[in-house]
């Protein structure tokens, strides 16, 4: 067997191997979707084909509507001539539970997978009145326009300087789509982030009217355009949430042992790492801002809740500052430390178990509830269900990237918040300061076992380990004075910790850690 739609015309021999196959005619399917598309999103990533193509496939299989998605890529073009052309834009979606289940599907409500280099097509699409939105998982950095020095990138000088022709960058690629919209008729049209990211909505809105504007300013588009894009174009937000990690050998071997072939997977130029099929978590969650001003498909028939702004920034909230992200980095950063190298081995570790249970208590009094997800059923299933699963394979050292970009919002918020309540005390606080304490002994570069190891990528790296110079394992009194550098940077932890009564106590913690090796272990079974 292999994916195609011709091989799964065969539908006993793969339903015989327990794989499921869409309930409708997928050759239909797609040629609706090309002569009058709905939907489009950019992003032909593991995210998009694994959640966001179930999600369609969903609505497919239910008969709630007759055209799927168009996927158009714009970074790596090898996953276009290497994973969806070969197999007819087909995915074999595995999701895997902790106990090794696996519940396989054929996804067939991908139409087609379109570089963003053919303008033809892209054109074709922006102009036809039956789109009703165009969404995105091209991760934070793909709405980015500007570099680090604050100046736009050369590549988006590049697009504004060309004007709406041949548009190179993502966000470049969306304005050009809406300025041929526009063009054409000035029909309206929802632009939906799905990316990971806080207030995602508003940074892909403020990149598209940059470059809308700079075209406008040099001649180049109608001031009508910006007009167009502010009445007739919503920038809905919405936040997401499910592990898709690499494709797994584990699961290729399994799938060949089923009999299907070619699963093999593919590192492309851009070193993205793909295969026929996606595997993923089950619990998946996707919360989205219902303004959609040409209608839309029924998304909330695929479990998408469909909502207000506030709920989904409560969404995200709940999230990010206490019933998963700070859990993440608290295993990410002592993970390091303590030798591991997947998640899901820490939680079989009771010292880390303990801590992230205690991160997530001290976060539960202050929690947002967004009231359409309840916070303790969501952080029970992180804590017993997500977090422990062997097959997602999730490695500390990609999760302690940026840290230090992240430490403000996953524990200073809730810090934050115990300062402003009249019943709660910050100094009352352990597992977080003991979370923000193992941070500030990785930046050392030494493990628990005194051995040096590579930190992860971070924009502050340098700087914190400058200001940590001279502090060494085994001399705690090495600490004095150096620590209160970094514990007193709001621009960091948005608040002086010392302020707020925590100070003291994390340098404790650390000068703990400090004292030899095998201190972070002993130091942990102190909370």
Sequence with gaps: MRLSLNEIKNKDAWEKQGIKLPCYDVKAVKENTLKNPKWVHFGAGNIF?????????????????????????TFDFDIIDKIYKPFDSLTLNVMMDKNSNLDMEVLGGVADGVKSNDYETLEKIAKNPSLQMMSYT???KGYNIKAPNGDLMDIVKADIERGPKNPIHAMSVTTYMLYVRFKNGAMPLAVVSMDNCSHNGEKLQS????????????????????????????FPWSMIDKITPRPSDKVKAELESLGIEGMDSVITSKSTYIAPFVNAEIPQYLVVEDVFPNGRPKLEAAGVYMTTREIVNKSETMKVTTCLNPLHTALAVFGCTLGYTTIWEEMKDSD???????????GMRVVI???????????????EDRLPNPNIPDAPQRIATDTSQKVGIRYGE???SYVKSDELDASSLNAIPMAIAGWIRYLIGVDDNGNEFVQSPDPLLLDLKARLDGVVLGKPQSADGKLSKILSDKTIFGSDLYEVGLGNKIEKYIVSMLKGTGAIRETLKTL
Excluded: C, H
């Design 49 to 73: 084909r694994g959640f966001i193509g179930s999600i369609a496939q969903e609505i497919l299989n239910k008969g709630l509507d007759d055209t799927g998605i168009i996927a158009i890529e």
């Design 138 to 140: 091209i991760t934070e």
């Design 207 to 234: 990149s598209v009217m940059t470059i809308a504007n700079a075209w406008v300013k040099e001649g180049k588009a109608p001031k009508e355009f910006i007009d167009y894009l502010n009445d007739k174009v919503s």
């Design 352 to 362: 880390l178990v303990k801590l992230v249970n205690g991160i997530a208590q001290e």
């Design 369 to 383: 509830n967004p009231e359409i997800i309840n916070p303790q059923e969501f952080v029970k299933e992180v804590i």
């Design 414 to 416: 809730t810090i934050k």
